[in-house]
């Protein structure tokens, strides 16, 4: 399955805008242009020298600002064994759902459930899962909306969400909790910065280590920083990007990603090489 990029050099910029607080009005009269050209970029026009000016300004790496306008880039499709990625339709987006499952017990866990349940169950179905628990990233509408449904129809597991977006029902959690099933094991990461109760879930057990990051980091970008783009950018930086370069990154929009390639294309953290 192959999935679109969620952003690119407009939405990046856009994001570190609002989350600086410069405004378009601010941002020509530093570059000393018109307003209505910081506009026609932040549609997805392209004019290189003003794309520059405007990641100067926002410390976004500006060569890898250029590599998505230049839409040179896309992570490469990642397949890992036991982990499948859903890719769902939500009004005008579309939002993933990922299952992760011990290939010798046929024990699952979901990351999310978003807008639709009958894809997921089909899969379970077919691949024979039974659901050990569910782990929702953030409660975010998009990322939630099946959440009812889902559970009710895959034996009611455990649903577990940060205290910090507690819902009724589920069991919250916070930075550190652990969770096993067979030949599988988790960790959390309070990743917040998009929202109060972000939660990154690091897996090991597969053929390779795993980050389910949620709307903290997408390929080549993250999340709209709906709380504090500091701490979005704080958490990211020390918890994220610090994982193994083959850590396998799975985030609530967009393709899979690595924290190699992020280190190497995203624009939001220019120290990384």
Not at 9 to 37: F, P, T, V, W
Not at 117 to 123: D, N, R
Not at 137 to 158: E, V
Not at 243 to 270: A, I, R, Y
Request: aromatic content about 8%.
């Amino acid at each position: 399955m192959i999935v679109n990029l969620e952003d690119f050099h407009e939405d990046i910029l856009g994001k570190a805008m609002r989350g600086i607080g410069i405004g378009k009005n601010e941002m020509a009269s530093r570059l000393q242009c018109e307003k209505s050209e910081v506009e026609t970029i932040l549609t997805g026009g392209v004019d290189e020298s003003l794309i520059l000016g405007m990641a100067k300004e926002l410390n976004l790496d500006a060569e890898k600002l250029l590599r998505a306008a230049r839409k040179e880039w896309c992570p490469s499709l990642l397949i890992v064994d036991c982990l499948y990625q859903f890719n769902l339709p939500f009004g005008d987006m579309h939002v993933n759902v990922y299952v992760v499952w011990d290939k010798q017990y046929k024990n699952a866990w979901i990351f999310d459930s978003g807008p639709l349940v009958e894809p997921i169950l089909g899969f379970l179905n077919e691949k024979s899962l039974t659901v050990n628990a569910i782990f929702l990233t953030h409660t975010h509408r998009d990322h939630i909306a099946s959440l009812d449904d889902l559970r009710q129809r895959s034996g009611n597991p455990s649903v577990y969400v940060h205290e910090l977006e507690a819902i009724d029902g589920c069991t919250s959690i916070r930075e550190g909790f652990e969770h096993r099933t067979d030949g599988l094991s988790l960790s959390t990461l309070h990743t917040h910065g998009h929202a109060w109760g972000g939660m990154s879930y690091v897996i090991e057990g597969l053929e390779r280590p795993i980050a389910v990051v949620g709307d903290a980091i997408f390929a080549g970008s993250m999340g709209g920083a709906m709380i504090s783009y500091e701490d979005a950018l704080r958490t990211n930086r020390e918890k994220i990007m610090t994982l193994p370069d083959d850590t396998v990154l799975c985030p609530g929009h967009g393709p899979m990603t690595t924290v190699s390639e992020e280190k190497k294309n995203n624009p939001f953290f220019p120290e990384f090489r």
